[in-house]
């Protein structure tokens, strides 16, 4: 079996975690086509260029390691994402980029020539921090967007994803497309460390949905406007706020709801808000559950405008579907997890991944590993280098039983 080198993967998280970090208790920050993220591709061509990887980048600014194998023949690729939250975490995606760039590290340390060619990966924007919806790259290679349609996705300041590509040089020409794919992660949930559990074997991913929503109501001062006669935007959503929550817990079967991000205008002490912008999160395994839920999350959107005779606006940034992975290709990850004498267990992701949308192209599997106290899209997201190098030996000798000798 083969064993991946611990040290050189941990130097690279380390080098890796220094771009976009900002001190002590400020995480790091690589938002998407960012300087920052620009920082992080460029180290990581340059790694992928030492390993002896023939480098790629796709027209949504995906960027691909790839070795040859003895027939000319689709990769099997393992990869993840180097753009972060702001304020994030050191493992989270990072481990999935280097620890596939450790796997085929390894193969040439061990003088192994694959009759498959294998491939490492890094797709634009996963998080969606910066530009919704999130899993862009992947979802782009997957169909599941147009190009054109990605291109036109905008920040807060109005910048689009095609002007970034060109400014940082990620714009690239040429697609790549695998046999199957693996995701290394750390798992950004408390259970394998609870369990004190190594290896976590990913069944699948529960479902994403995410709104961008406005509440139009009326601006008016607030010593003189009396309560029933006011329509404040800003009511309407406190309304929502608890009312998605609400939703979770009458839906049960670990449904999960979430409003991240409240903004009201003009945002002044004593004017009443006659504006606010606010997204809703929802999240489920259960396919049928999912999407009820939707449903009833955009009623309780139009219930509460309807309470404070509030106009609104409510668009749907996100639709990713629940996914059960490949059987074949989740009963590898536990051979393997077994055959290195890891302890593991089966459990679902709570977090979208690449994985999500390349599932829809190939055989895909995911391998967790723990993450420290369940922290994670934090400063304080850790997970201990020991681990992370048995996730990178599990994903090695997946590779190489897919890819062949």
């Known amino acids: 079996m083969l064993r991946v080198n611990s040290d050189r993967l941990r130097k690279s998280l380390e080098e890796m975690g220094q771009i976009g970090y900002g001190g002590p208790g400020k995480g790091v920050s690589r938002l998407a086509l960012s300087d920052e993220d620009k920082r992080a591709r460029d180290l990581f061509v340059s790694w992928l260029k030492e390993a002896g990887l023939e480098v790629i ?17 689709p990769p099997v690729m393992a990869g993840s994402h180097l753009d972060t939250v702001r304020e994030g975490g050191a493992f989270d995606g990072a481990l999935g980029v280097l620890g596939a760039l450790e796997a085929i590290r390894t193969l040439n340390d061990y003088g192994i020539r694959t009759r498959k060619p294998v491939a490492v990966a890094c797709f634009t924007d996963e998080e969606g921090a910066r530009f919704q919806p999130c899993m862009l790259g992947s979802g782009v290679v997957a169909g599941l967007m147009t190009l054109q349609e990605a291109y036109a996705k905008k920040d807060d300041a109005g910048i689009s994803v095609e002007a970034e590509l060109e400014r940082i040089g990620y714009k690239g020409n040429k697609w790549l497309k695998p046999v199957a794919y693996f995701e290394l992660h750390v798992e950004q949930g408390p259970v394998l460390d609870a369990k004190g559990i190594s290896i976590g074997v990913v069944e699948g991913i529960q479902g994403i949905a ?27 959503a406190a309304e929502l706020v608890c009312s998605v929550r609400r939703l979770a817990e009458e839906m049960g079967h670990d449904t999960r709801t979430t409003v991240g991000r409240l903004h009201p205008y003009p945002d002044i002490i004593n004017v009443v808000p006659g504006q606010a912008s606010f997204t809703i999160d ?43 992975f490949d059987p074949a290709m989740v009963n590898l990850v536990e051979e393997m997890a077994r055959e290195a004498a890891f302890s593991y267990m089966r459990l679902p992701s709570g977090a979208g991944h690449d994985a999500q949308y390349m599932h829809s192209i190939c055989p895909t599997a995911m391998i967790f590993v723990p993450s420290i106290g369940g922290r994670s899209h934090c400063p304080q997201e850790l997970t201990d280098f020991d681990d992370a190098a048995k996730g990178a030996t599990v994903l090695a000798n997946a590779m190489l039983r897919l890819a062949g000798s």
Not at 288 to 312: I, T, W
Request: proline share 3%; aromatic share 8%; hydrophobic share 35%.
């Open 282 to 324: 929802l999240r489920q395994y259960d396919e049928a559950l999912y999407e009820d839920g939707k449903k009833r999350a955009e009623a309780l959107v139009a219930q509460a405008a309807s309470n404070h005779r509030l106009e609104y606006e409510l668009e749907m940034v996100g639709d990713a579907k629940p996914v059960h």
């Open 210 to 236: 995410w709104w961008q929503g406005k509440y139009q109501g009326e601006a008016n001062h607030t010593g003189t406007t009396p309560l029933d006669m006011r329509r404040d935007a800003l009511l309407g």
């Open 57 to 73: 980048v796709d027209p949504i600014g995906d960027i691909f390691g790839l070795r040859e194998g003895s027939i000319d023949a």
